[in-house]
């Protein structure tokens, strides 16, 4: 059984939102490092683990050589912290937008 994307987008917009952000985010970041030609480079990573907030420590155990794969990892783990941060928040708007949208009706 799949769900189609505008379904999903239509239950929970802060939850894709979030994910899609950060998704976005680690995309350009990982663009940034693949053409980038400072010697340096490899500390843009540390913005991933700034961006992932506390699931950006998992990353320390995951040593791998390629860097298309943390891209990978960090979008997926991230994006699901992102995403339960953003369940959170439609939770909320859910619970409190279907009671005040009642206010100054008559309820029989």
């Known amino acids: 059984m ?7 987008v239509a239950r929970w917009p802060a939850t894709t939102f979030l994910f899609g952000v950060h998704a976005a985010l680690v995309m350009l ?4 490092w693949r053409f980038s030609v400072d010697p340096e480079r490899e ?3 540390l913005w991933t683990l700034i961006l992932d907030l ?9 040593q791998v050589p390629s860097h298309f ?8 783990l991230g994006g699901l912290g992102w ?3 953003g369940w959170l928040l439609d939770l909320l708007r859910k619970r409190y937008s279907s009671t005040s949208s ?5 309820h029989i």
């Open 2 to 8: 799949f769900v189609r994307l505008p379904t999903i």
């Open 29 to 32: 970041l990982y663009f940034g």
């Open 43 to 45: 500390m843009m990573w």
């Open 54 to 62: 506390p699931i950006g420590f998992l990353y320390l155990y995951f």
């Open 69 to 76: 794969l943390p891209a990978i990892i960090s979008i997926v």
């Open 83 to 85: 995403a339960l941060v």
């Open 102 to 106: 009642l206010r100054g009706q008559i």
